[in-house]
């Protein structure tokens, strides 16, 4: 095993060159687990990958102590046991199947080997990226971002984002959206560049006041191939029967609609396979994405009224969010300090009918089941490269609107990673006590001063246009208003993403204090990256095996959190 022999065997480990090698790496590092196929000594964090290295050669013909030494001779490896599978076997296509998961298995190992994989070390957090915007809108103080690959578990990163303030050309709705890939980057980066306009250009037949740019509209132009009359006829009649309601649920209800809508086009347009790298599997994703409407002003308002009736009017609405999620991502609302999820979990349990129905399998091992073995998921976008997967893995989104009161402190949205480990409660409880730590010494009077007069410093306001695209390097097909950003920039771009290095130890800077006292929106700005990343920590920690990604959204009720709940 190439992987293997460069790690140290544990007999030999008082050898100078190997405690060199010691030395470099934690203490965590010094258990062993022998290989019961090749019998070397392997670590742990390598043990799941290395085996299914094994299992992945055995599929391709190499014999134990054979080893792939190129992509070229897998490849060749690979043409020769699919034609023997074609000559010699009856079921064909579940084998060449699993050929190609074996081939793209080792292809992978052959460009990042094993022992690239990194381990959990206290220095990591410190890496973690963290993406600040400045102030976005009247409704939202603040919106901080941090993704972690989790290199003990994973290779890639998956997960994508996006943050588009001033969406549709208006100065008080932000878009924010997760995007939780699944078996490659690919379907998660395409929804992240193209779902937000395929979504305007369903709300600008809604409303009037939103506007989209030439860029935009190119872009939705240039999908008039793939969205053929006939695929359009069937959307109309989709929608023909949910319009046929009262007016004042209109609003709402066609929001829904155009979500739904939106959906289902970004699934047909990953049929195009644009970008897949893998024979066998193309890539899929969950995903969360939330309008927020603010309003601002009088017009707003009178939108407001007819939005959400007259119930309640001592509380004053600020704003509406609209939210729509597929998959196993999930967003979760801190009001009054208390944890309401907001999305609808599409996991096995509640979809194994669907699956059923479309001769989809789950798998009887797991409580969760597996939907074909792949994803946990069976609502999500992409998977199409296998037919039988595609379809038991739906489009259809969870859509919800919700109003905005003072008294909604912020929403947390995050992958995978951070809710298969963590609670919506643990979540709200951590970032509760990391906000209430954070803004506890701030002069509060002056901040929300600052907050009550969002425009008044117009450079500030000018400079918020800004957004981040992780993982997303490319640039075909990407409106306006946003910037591609990966990784590796991060650190270079000092303007309005900031890279936090390590803000766990906010206690002893006393510099950034000083400079969040004078600078309100910089202090909220810390705080909300402060709770992203503990999170982010917190999930790694708790043994999440995915990426992580976290959003935090500071609402208005964040400006309060210091004081004591009654007053809310
Ligand atoms: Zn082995």
């Known amino acids: 095993m190439k992987s293997a022999s460069s790690l140290p065997n544990t007999a030999e480990a008082s050898t100078p060159e190997l405690q060199s090698l010691r030395s470099d790496d934690d203490d965590v590092n010094e258990v062993w687990i022998p290989c019961s196929i090749c019998k070397l000594p392997i670590n742990p964090h390598c043990h799941c990958h290395h085996k299914q290295q094994h299992k992945a050669e055995t599929q391709l013909g190499y014999k134990p102590s054979q080893i792939p030494r190129s992509i070229r001779n897998l490849s060749s490896k690979r043409r020769e046991v699919i034609s023997y599978i074609k000559d010699h076997c009856g079921y064909k296509q579940a084998l060449i199947h699993n050929v190609d998961r074996s081939y793209d298995i080792l292809k992978r190992i052959q460009i990042t080997p094993i022992k690239d994989i990194r381990r959990i070390s206290p220095q990591d957090f410190e890496k973690t990226l963290v993406y600040k915007t400045d102030k976005i809108n009247a409704l939202i103080p603040s919106i901080a971002v941090c993704c972690d690959k989790n290199p003990s578990w994973q290779r890639d990163m998956e997960d994508s984002f996006v943050i588009l303030d001033k969406y549709g050309g208006r100065s008080d709705t932000c878009l924010v959206g997760i995007f939780d890939g699944c078996r490659g980057k690919s379907a998660a980066c395409t929804m992240a560049r193209e779902f937000p306009t395929l979504f305007l250009g369903q709300l600008l037949n809604l409303d009037p006041s939103y506007t989209i740019t030439d860029k935009e509209k190119r872009f939705l132009d240039s999908l008039d191939t793939v969205f053929k009359d006939h695929y359009k006829d069937a959307e109309k009649h989709f929608s023909s029967a949910l319009y046929e309601k009262a007016s004042s649920e209109m609003d709402i209800k066609a929001i829904h609609i155009a979500y739904a809508k939106a959906f289902w086009r970004m699934d047909r347009i990953l049929q195009l396979g644009r970008k897949e790298s893998s024979r066998a599997i193309w890539s899929g994703c969950s995903?969360?994405?939330?309008?927020?409407?603010?309003?601002?002003?009088?017009?707003?308002?009178?939108?407001?009224?007819?939005?959400?009736?007259?119930?309640?009017?001592?509380?004053?609405?600020?704003?509406?969010?609209?939210?729509?999620?597929?998959?196993?991502?999930?967003?979760?609302?801190?009001?009054?300090?208390?944890?309401?999820?907001?999305?609808?979990?599409?996991?096995?349990?509640?979809?194994?009918?669907?699956?059923?129905?479309?001769?989809?399998?789950?798998?009887?091992?797991?409580?969760?089941?597996?939907?074909?073995?792949?994803?946990?998921?069976?609502?999500?976008?992409?998977?199409?490269?296998?037919?039988?997967?595609?379809?038991?893995?739906?489009?259809?989104?969870?859509?919800?609107?919700?109003?905005?009161?003072?008294?909604?402190?912020?929403?947390?949205?995050?992958?995978?990673?951070?809710?298969?480990?963590?609670?919506?409660?643990?979540?709200?409880?951590?970032?509760?006590?990391?906000?209430?730590?954070?803004?506890?010494?701030?002069?509060?009077?002056?901040?929300?001063?600052?907050?009550?007069?969002?425009?008044?410093?117009?450079?500030?306001?000018?400079?918020?246009?800004?957004?981040?695209?992780?993982?997303?390097?490319?640039?075909?097909?990407?409106?306006?208003?946003?910037?591609?950003?990966?990784?590796?920039?991060?650190?270079?771009?000092?303007?309005?993403?900031?890279?936090?290095?390590?803000?766990?130890?906010?206690?002893?800077?006393?510099?950034?204090?000083?400079?969040?006292?004078?600078?309100?929106?910089?202090?909220?700005?810390?705080?909300?990256?402060c709770v992203c990343q503990r999170l982010v920590m917190a999930a790694v920690l708790a043994g999440s095996q995915q990426n992580v990604t976290v959003c935090l959204v500071l609402l208005p009720g964040c400006l309060n959190i210091n004081e004591p709940s009654e007053k809310m």
């Open 287 to 529: 995903s969360v994405s939330c309008l927020f409407d603010g309003f601002a002003d009088a017009k707003s308002s009178q939108k407001e009224a007819q939005l959400l009736g007259s119930t309640q009017e001592h509380k004053r609405r600020l704003g509406v969010l609209h939210i729509a999620s597929v998959g196993n991502v999930k967003a979760v609302l801190c009001r009054n300090g208390k944890p309401y999820c907001l999305t609808k979990s599409h996991s096995s349990c509640s979809e194994r009918t669907h699956a059923k129905e479309n001769s989809g399998s789950h798998s009887a091992n797991e409580d969760q089941g597996l939907v074909e073995s792949v994803t946990k998921v069976s609502g999500g976008l992409g998977y199409h490269g296998d037919l039988k997967l595609k379809n038991s893995v739906i489009p259809a989104p969870h859509t919800l609107s919700i109003p905005i009161y003072q008294t909604c402190q912020f929403l947390v949205l995050g992958s995978s990673g951070l809710w298969d480990v963590l609670s919506g409660r643990e979540v709200v409880s951590i970032a509760m006590k990391v906000l209430k730590d954070s803004l506890k010494n701030s002069d509060n009077s002056k901040a929300k001063l600052d907050y009550l007069q969002p425009f008044q410093n117009v450079t500030a306001a000018e400079n918020i246009h800004e957004v981040t695209v992780p993982n997303c390097i490319d640039s075909s097909g990407v409106p306006e208003r946003r910037n591609g950003l990966n990784e590796d920039e991060g650190g270079a771009n000092p303007g309005s993403h900031l890279e936090l290095r390590n803000p766990l130890n906010l206690e002893t800077r006393s510099e950034s204090r000083r400079a969040c006292k004078s600078n309100p929106r910089e202090m909220y700005n810390n705080a909300a990256a």
